[in-house]
């Protein structure tokens, strides 16, 4: 088994490129199916779900070649409608968006749940409700969801009684061939579902949203393309609370700075400078920020999968702070192992309030992706050599980062256990 080893303490200096978006990537990949052509699709960032997602469409029978280290070709035109890889499906939630690709092209599909991150049951009766409403039949049965058109689909109004990315992103990708408009109200528009319908729209859709609605116009079919992934802004923004942490100067290449900006203003307000300059933000503080107050919430707003890393950073500030998390109420796994690093954090309800502690190196055990960063942000601050174990969880979502850590001058290794 691999583990992280970080010896803590040392300021970040340097420049690093922010990869490609792990979750508008992953719905891309999935969205291939809808293609019977080739599609290249640049800035892929090399995280292990993608690696997953793409085993996953080659067992179907689609072509996936890698062209480039960031680029890769994949050609549904012989796909089998019929899934493989069970183990690799249940265990990443993304392949949900199979239901919604599978369905269209297919009009039927039988997937296990969809699995993920730990941190409390992840539903998809969202996603269910709109098939349903799109004229599909859905049960699920045994740990498997079946859903299957009764006759022909349908275009149809749908409003999401809750905003979820997810079900967003099934649904349009459910209704971009019907004939019709299918109308989303209360729709999600994080930026990894702009990049969807971006890539869609390239290929011959006509997807337009306009605030928290989207017009899904069907088409007949789609065409092969071309298409970049956005930047991701998760990883963009777990660095700036590693250098919350440790103090420094680095700045941050292929950004785009407007998904960064509502968060970007706390770091600022906490005393980090902040510099953005076409795709690139510098960040710079050499004092201990200042503590903060914040709240998860859909995009714009302060994104929970930022919560951990966040919470990790407060250690380090002058008067510390809350978390109060709004999306997914048990995402506190990363207290207890934090605590272990004598982090000073209480969770009441759904809140971590965070008081600034030193923090000594400790040997963790990452709980899921975030949490996982957020052991490395801590490890970072602390003094010490500080190991972090199940590093499978955190190759999940962030490329190359003890190379990219090591280039901002981090002593992070990447280790094999026994
Ligand atoms: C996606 C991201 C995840 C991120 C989350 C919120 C991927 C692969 N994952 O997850 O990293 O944390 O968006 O930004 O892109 N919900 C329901 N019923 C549903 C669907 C969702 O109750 O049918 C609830 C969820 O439990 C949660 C909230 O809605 O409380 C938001 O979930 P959602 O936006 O769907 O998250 P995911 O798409 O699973």
Redesign the pocket.
């Not at 049951?121 to 996603?127: A, K, N």
């Not at 809750?162 to 079900?167: L, Q, R």
């Given at each position: 088994m691999e583990y992280l080893q970080i010896e803590g303490g040392n300021r970040l200096r340097g420049e690093i490129r922010v990869s490609g978006m792990?979750?508008s990537a992953?719905?891309v990949i999935f969205a291939t199916v809808l293609i019977k052509d080739e599609c290249i699709i640049e800035n892929v960032p090399r995280v292990s779900d993608v690696f997953c997602a793409l085993d996953i469409l080659t067992s179907m029978g689609a072509r996936v070649e890698w062209c480039e280290k960031h680029t890769v070709l994949i050609d549904t035109s012989w796909l089998c409608g019929e899934v493989k890889e069970y183990e690799k499906i249940s265990k990443m939630?993304?392949s949900?968006y199979l239901m919604g690709v599978l369905l269209a092209r297919f009009d039927s599909v039988k997937i296990p749940m969809p699995g993920?991150?730990n941190f409390?049951?992840?539903?998809?009766?969202?996603?269910?409700?709109g098939f349903c409403l799109l004229g599909a039949e859905c049960l699920e049965n045994n740990g498997f969801v079946e859903i299957c058109a009764k006759k022909h689909l349908k275009s149809t109004k749908i409003t999401l009684d809750?905003?979820?990315?997810?079900?967003t992103?099934n649904i349009v990708l459910a209704s971009v061939l019907l004939d019709g408009v299918t109308t989303i109200d209360n729709c999600?528009i994080?930026p990894?579902v702009d990049d969807v319908i971006c890539f869609l729209n390239r290929a011959g859709a006509k997807v337009i949203r306009k605030g928290r609605r989207i017009y899904c116009e069907g088409v007949s079919s789609l065409h092969g393309v071309k298409y970049r992934i956005f930047p991701d802004m998760?990883e963009a923004l777990t660095y700036f609370t590693m250098l919350g942490a440790t103090g420094g100067d680095i700045t941050l290449t292929g950004v785009n700075y407007e998904h960064l900006s509502y968060s970007a203003i706390i770091f600022q307000s906490m005393g980090m400078c902040v510099d953005s300059y076409y795709d690139e933000v510098r960040l710079r503080a050499f004092d201990r920020l200042s503590g903060a107050r914040v709240v998860t919430a859909?995009?714009p707003f302060f994104?929970?999968?930022l919560h951990p890393q966040f919470a990790a950073m407060l250690c380090f500030t002058k008067d510390g702070g809350e978390v109060r998390e709004e999306?997914?109420?048990s995402r506190f796994a990363y207290i207890s192992e934090l605590e272990r690093m004598g982090a000073n954090i209480t969770k009441s309800n759904n809140v971590a309030r965070v008081l600034p502690s030193e923090l000594y190196a400790a040997s963790t055990y990452a709980t899921d992706l975030r949490a996982g960063a957020a052991l490395v942000v801590g490890a970072l601050g602390a003094s010490g050599q500080s190991t972090i174990n199940n590093v499978n969880y955190i190759v999940r979502g962030y490329e190359d980062l003890t190379g990219k850590i090591s280039s901002l001058g981090g002593k992070i290794k990447l280790l094999k256990g026994e």
């Open positions: 792990k979750n992953l719905p939630r993304a949900s993920g991150c409390g049951g992840r539903p998809i009766e969202q996603h269910l409700k809750k905003i979820s990315v997810g079900a992103i999600a994080e990894h998760i859909p995009y994104p929970t999968d999306i997914f109420p």
